[in-house]
């Protein structure tokens, strides 16, 4: 009975699938689409899987309980069973390919298309006059308030991460300072939104560019809000002794959740605030805009190089340790240095610890 | 009786597609533009003129026009 409901459900599903009218190339489900917009098309899966479930489940129930078959004795009392099993893995499989045809072949555009889609959404239309900010926006300058909202959001990702790494090493004095001071950024941050957003010179209503800016940097800072409660729900747990220094697995979840905000607010900076209001025709704005650029991008290769130098000399990346590793090195060196004292032949380019000088040399550089 | 020749704008490499309206607008620009270098009547600017004038829609430079009187265009004049 349920093959042959299975069977009938299938043709059905597979005529609406393919349409036989069309019948010279035999043109599938895929190649069309009677309506405009991208609906998932009624499926009979969800209902007919959650049946053949039930048998599945009851017959297997029944089946451990050692009852007879109510319908036959074929298989053992594993009639039902393998019904059960049968049904469920065609529901599944057919389920699985319409999925598969509506993923792969259904409303989605080539990459070619989609980047068309992209280059068009940012170039301005002929009716704001094909220019980006539109003539007659007060712009706000990158370089002031949204400048220090980066530094700010930039500082409380590297105090949150004190406060992490304070925590797992149980340092709760650290912990509490770290969230402290990592809470007062993102309020500091807020309060700084609020004031450029009360002085802007143009409203969420009044135009393409008011309606992306708001749009755009009211979203992230709603999430800004969020991740600040979200933090401060990890702060006060710390502060009940509800985490130890191993399972605080929401405090982390925090942290993650204000990285990822954080992230968002340097694509914002970037786009909205320095790229979208960049005085394109100004040579001298764009030359000064690349030179930021190129000094930051040369900052942060050298910060890395540095980083990646410590950590192939000392195998270590927590702050103390490095430290104690320094300091274990500096011993060890004087005490190389005092032995070598007064020895006519002693060169430093023949002994192991001018790596170790070159090291300390380095590292003064990036403190 | 002279031959009236018709032609239209020669394509543009900076507008490939088949849309051409941004390939109006900015020869609309470029006209106002040159005539603001070169004064009011140059017959060097007669080019841009005939260009905007075979691509864009006659609503569309009538529109443009009285905003320009009014201080109101949009575009980088």
Same mark, same amino acid.
């Given at each position: ?12 599903? @597979? ?50 309980? #050692? ?7 074929? #298989? ?11 049904? %469920? ?11 598969? %045809? ?19 959404? =940012?170039?301005? &239309? +002929? ?11 007060? +712009? ?9 909202? %980066? ?26 300072? #770290? ?23 143009? &409203? ?44 605080? =697995? ?39 805009? =690349? ?10 290769? =050298? ?8 950590? @192939? ?30 020895? @006519?032949?002693?060169?430093? *380019? ?18 | 009786?002279?031959?009236? *020749? ?11 597609? %088949? ?38 829609? #006659? ?19």
């Amino acid at each position: 009975m349920f093959s042959a409901l299975l069977m009938s459900t299938c043709d059905a599903y @597979s005529r609406y699938f393919t349409d036989k009218s069309l019948n010279s190339q035999e043109i599938g489900r895929s190649q069309f689409q009677a309506q405009p917009f991208h609906l998932v098309t009624p499926s009979p899966w969800p209902l007919l899987t959650s049946f053949t479930l039930l048998i599945l489940t009851s017959g297997t129930v029944i089946y451990f309980n #050692g009852y007879a078959n109510p319908f036959s004795s074929f #298989g053992g009392g594993l009639t039902l069973v393998l019904i059960g099993f049968v049904t %469920t893995a065609s529901s599944i499989t057919l389920w699985f390919r319409d999925v598969v %045809t509506e993923g792969t072949f259904l409303g989605d555009h080539t990459f070619p298309v989609q980047k068309a889609y992209l280059h068009s959404s =940012l170039a301005p &239309t +002929v009716e704001i006059g094909s220019q980006w900010p539109p003539a007659g926006i007060p +712009v706000i300058n990158a370089f002031e308030l949204p400048l220090l909202n %980066t530094i700010l959001l930039l500082s409380s990702g590297a105090t949150v991460t004190y406060a992490h790494h304070s925590l797992i090493q149980g340092n709760r004095r650290g912990t509490i300072l #770290g969230l402290i001071i990592t809470i007062a950024f993102a309020v500091l941050f807020t309060a700084c939104q609020g004031i450029e957003y009360s002085n802007a010179g143009f &409203t969420i209503a009044d135009g393409v560019y008011g309606s992306t800016f708001f749009f755009s940097t009211g979203f992230h800072g709603i999430h800004v809000l969020v991740g600040t409660i979200f933090i401060l729900v990890g702060f006060f747990r710390i502060l009940s002794y509800h985490v130890t220094d191993m399972h605080h =697995l929401g405090f982390e979840a925090s942290i993650l959740y204000w990285h990822f905000v954080d992230v968002v607010w340097l694509f914002l900076f970037v786009l909205v605030y320095w790229w979208a209001t960049l005085y394109r025709n100004s040579e001298s704005a764009t030359a000064a805009g =690349l030179k930021y650029f190129l000094l930051g991008g040369l900052s942060s290769a =050298l910060i890395l190089l540095g980083t990646a130098l410590i950590y @192939s000399n000392t195998g270590l990346t927590h702050f103390d340790s490095v430290q104690l590793g320094l300091v274990l090195i500096g011993a060890v060196l004087s005490i190389m240095m005092h032995q070598n004292h007064g020895k @006519s032949d002693f060169k430093m *380019e023949h002994h192991p610890h001018k790596k170790v000088l070159q090291n300390f040399t380095i590292l003064f550089l990036f403190i | 009786m002279a031959e009236i *020749e018709l032609k239209t704008a020669p394509s543009d490499f900076r507008f490939p597609t %088949t849309n051409q309206s941004r390939h109006c607008f900015t020869r609309y620009i470029e006209y106002h533009k040159c005539l603001n270098a070169k004064g009011d009547g140059s017959v060097d600017c007669e080019k841009f003129a005939r260009y905007y004038r075979s691509l864009c829609p #006659g609503e569309w430079v009538d529109r443009w026009n009285e905003q320009r009187a009014n201080g109101t265009f949009p575009g980088p004049l």
